[in-house]
C-alpha cells in the first residue's frame, strides 16, 4: 500500500468522522433542552458510528473483503449498541444528579436550607458544595436581617417612649404654669430645662448614630496624651458627680499617647462615664484608669453599681439595649436613657481602629468598660 492510499484512507475516515460529529452536533443543537441521558447517548452513539462509517468507506482501500468487513460492521454494531446501552446507565446516575441539583436550587431560591450531598462527577460536587454554602450564607443574611429588623423596632419603641414621657412632662408642666396653678413655678422651671436636656441628649445621640450608620464619622488623628485628656474629662465631669453623690478617681500611667481624634474620644469616654455615673449608687465610686501594654493605650471606667447580668455583656454596646436595671428614666441630666450612648461610643473606638468591651467587675459588685486603641 502506496503513501497515497493510506493518506487516502486517513482522509475517508476523518471525512466520515467529520460528517457524523456535525450530524451529532445539529442533533445536540436541536435536543438542547432534552435530559442529559439523551446528550449522552447521541454522543456515544456518533462516536461509534464515526468508526463505523470510517471502516465502511475505507474497506476498499485497505483491499478487505466484503466478509471481512461485514464481521468488522457487525462486532463494530454490537460493541456500539452495549456502549450506548452502558451509557444509558452511567448516564442516569449523571441526569439523577442534575435534577436533584435543580431542586437544590430551587430550594436555595426558596430560602431553604440545602444538604450536603455526594455527586457522582467532580464538577457536580462542587456545584452541591456551592450551594450548600451559599445556603448557609443566605440563611445566616436572614438570620442576622430578622435580629437587626427586631432590634430596629425595639430601638423606634424605646426611643419613642423615652421622647414621649419629657414631651408629656413639659406639656403638663407647661400648661400648670400657663394658667398660673403652680404652687412652686421655680421649682417646674427647672423641671422644664431638666427635660428639655434630656430630650437634647436624646436627639443628639440619634443625629450622632445616624451619622455613624451612614459612614459619616470622618476622624481627624493627632498624637495626643491619653492621660491629659482623661484627667481632663473627668475634672469637667467631676461636679456632675458630686451632685449625684459619686465619687470621681483617676488613675494614670504616665507618657501614656496614642493617635487619635481628642473631640470623637472624648465623646466616646463621656457616654462611659456618664453611664457609670448613672449605675453608681449614692456613696459609690466610678475609677477612670489609663494604662498600656505593647501594642494598645487603654482607658478603663469601673463603677460600683448593680453590674452585668451574665446574658448582658455581648448586648451592652447594641443599640437602643438597656440592662433590666436601666429601664428608668435616668437620674444623670445629660444622660439620655434610649440606650444609644455605648453603642455610639463602639462606633468612634471601631473607627480607631480599637475595641470597647464590658466585663463583670472582679469586686463584689459594679462593671468595668475598656476602651482600647492602637499605640500606632
Same mark, same amino acid.
Given at each position: 500500500?502506496?503513501?497515497? +492510499?493510506?493518506? #487516502?484512507?486517513?482522509?475517508?475516515?476523518?471525512?466520515?468522522?467529520?460528517?457524523?460529529?456535525?450530524?451529532?452536533?445539529?442533533?445536540?443543537?436541536?435536543?438542547?433542552?432534552?435530559?442529559?441521558?439523551?446528550?449522552?447517548?447521541?454522543?456515544?452513539?456518533?462516536?461509534?458510528?464515526?468508526?463505523?462509517?470510517?471502516?465502511?468507506?475505507?474497506?476498499?482501500?485497505?483491499?478487505?473483503?466484503?466478509?471481512?468487513?461485514? =464481521?468488522?460492521?457487525?462486532?463494530?454494531?454490537?460493541?456500539?449498541?452495549?456502549?450506548?446501552?452502558?451509557?444509558?446507565?452511567?448516564?442516569?446516575? @449523571?441526569?439523577?444528579?442534575?435534577?436533584?441539583?435543580?431542586? +437544590?436550587?430551587?430550594?436555595?431560591?426558596?430560602?431553604?436550607?440545602?444538604?450536603?450531598?455526594?455527586?457522582?462527577?467532580?464538577?457536580?460536587? +462542587? =456545584? #452541591?458544595?456551592?450551594?450548600?454554602?451559599? &445556603?448557609?450564607?443566605? @440563611?445566616?443574611?436572614?438570620?442576622?436581617?430578622?435580629?437587626?429588623?427586631?432590634?430596629?423596632?425595639?430601638?423606634?419603641?424605646?426611643?419613642?417612649?423615652?421622647?414621649?414621657?419629657?414631651?408629656?412632662?413639659? #406639656?403638663?408642666?407647661?400648661?400648670?404654669?400657663?394658667?398660673?396653678?403652680?404652687?412652686?413655678?421655680?421649682?417646674? *422651671?427647672?423641671?422644664?430645662?431638666?427635660?428639655?436636656?434630656?430630650?437634647?441628649?436624646?436627639?443628639?445621640?440619634?443625629?450622632?448614630? &445616624?451619622?455613624? +450608620?451612614? !459612614?459619616?464619622?470622618?476622624?481627624?488623628?493627632?498624637?495626643?496624651?491619653?492621660?491629659?485628656?482623661?484627667?481632663?474629662?473627668?475634672?469637667?465631669? !467631676?461636679?456632675?458627680?458630686?451632685?449625684?453623690? =459619686?465619687?470621681?478617681? /483617676?488613675?494614670?500611667?504616665?507618657?501614656?499617647?496614642?493617635?487619635?481624634?481628642?473631640?470623637?474620644?472624648?465623646?466616646?469616654?463621656?457616654?462611659?462615664?456618664?453611664?457609670?455615673?448613672?449605675?453608681?449608687? *449614692?456613696?459609690?465610686?466610678?475609677?477612670?484608669?489609663?494604662?498600656?501594654?505593647?501594642?494598645?493605650?487603654?482607658?478603663?471606667?469601673?463603677?460600683?453599681?448593680?453590674? /452585668?447580668?451574665?446574658?448582658?455583656?455581648?448586648?451592652? /454596646?447594641?443599640?437602643?439595649?438597656?440592662?433590666?436595671?436601666?429601664?428608668?428614666?435616668?437620674?444623670?441630666?445629660?444622660?439620655? !436613657?434610649?440606650?444609644?450612648?455605648?453603642?455610639?461610643?463602639?462606633?468612634?473606638?471601631?473607627?480607631?481602629?480599637?475595641?470597647?468591651?464590658?466585663?463583670?467587675?472582679?469586686?463584689? &459588685?459594679?462593671?468595668?468598660?475598656?476602651?482600647?486603641?492602637?499605640?500606632?
Amino acid at each position: 500500500m502506496t503513501a497515497l +492510499d493510506y493518506l #487516502q484512507i486517513v482522509g475517508t475516515a476523518a471525512a466520515a468522522a467529520a460528517v457524523t460529529g456535525i450530524a451529532a452536533a445539529v442533533t445536540l443543537r436541536l435536543a438542547r433542552r432534552a435530559p442529559i441521558i439523551v446528550h449522552v447517548v447521541v454522543i456515544v452513539a456518533a462516536a461509534v458510528l464515526a468508526v463505523a462509517g470510517g471502516i465502511a468507506l475505507t474497506a476498499n482501500a485497505m483491499y478487505i473483503s466484503e466478509s471481512d468487513t461485514a =464481521v468488522a460492521l457487525t462486532v463494530t454494531a454490537a460493541s456500539g449498541i452495549v456502549a450506548i446501552g452502558v451509557s444509558v446507565v452511567l448516564a442516569s446516575a @449523571l441526569s439523577r444528579d442534575a435534577r436533584a441539583l435543580g431542586r +437544590d436550587a430551587r430550594r436555595l431560591g426558596a430560602g431553604e436550607a440545602v444538604e450536603p450531598a455526594d455527586r457522582c462527577t467532580a464538577e457536580l460536587d +462542587d =456545584v #452541591q458544595g456551592d450551594l450548600v454554602t451559599s &445556603s448557609e450564607r443566605l @440563611l445566616a443574611a436572614r438570620d442576622d436581617a430578622l435580629r437587626s429588623e427586631q432590634s430596629r423596632r425595639e430601638l423606634v419603641t424605646r426611643i419613642a417612649h423615652d421622647l414621649l414621657a419629657p414631651v408629656a412632662s413639659i #406639656q403638663a408642666i407647661a400648661e400648670l404654669l400657663e394658667d398660673g396653678l403652680s404652687a412652686e413655678p421655680e421649682r417646674h *422651671a427647672h423641671q422644664l430645662g431638666a427635660h428639655a436636656a434630656r430630650l437634647q441628649s436624646l436627639v443628639g445621640d440619634l443625629f450622632e448614630l &445616624s451619622r455613624i +450608620d451612614a !459612614g459619616a464619622l470622618a476622624l481627624t488623628t493627632e498624637t495626643v496624651s491619653l492621660t491629659d485628656l482623661a484627667s481632663d474629662v473627668v475634672a469637667e465631669y !467631676g461636679e456632675l458627680a458630686r451632685a449625684h453623690d =459619686v465619687v470621681l478617681r /483617676f488613675s494614670a500611667a504616665s507618657g501614656t499617647v496614642a493617635p487619635l481624634d481628642a473631640r470623637q474620644f472624648s465623646r466616646a469616654l463621656v457616654n462611659v462615664l456618664i453611664n457609670a455615673i448613672e449605675h453608681s449608687p *449614692a456613696g459609690g465610686t466610678v475609677t477612670v484608669a489609663v494604662m498600656a501594654d505593647a501594642h494598645a493605650a487603654i482607658v478603663a471606667v469601673r463603677d460600683e453599681g448593680p453590674g /452585668f447580668e451574665p446574658g448582658d455583656v455581648p448586648h451592652v /454596646f447594641e443599640a437602643g439595649w438597656r440592662g433590666t436595671s436601666a429601664r428608668t428614666a435616668p437620674r444623670v441630666g445629660l444622660a439620655g !436613657g434610649a440606650g444609644l450612648g455605648l453603642a455610639i461610643t463602639r462606633a468612634i473606638i471601631e473607627a480607631h481602629g480599637g475595641t470597647a468591651t464590658a466585663h463583670a467587675s472582679t469586686e463584689a &459588685s459594679g462593671a468595668e468598660v475598656r476602651l482600647r486603641v492602637p499605640l500606632g
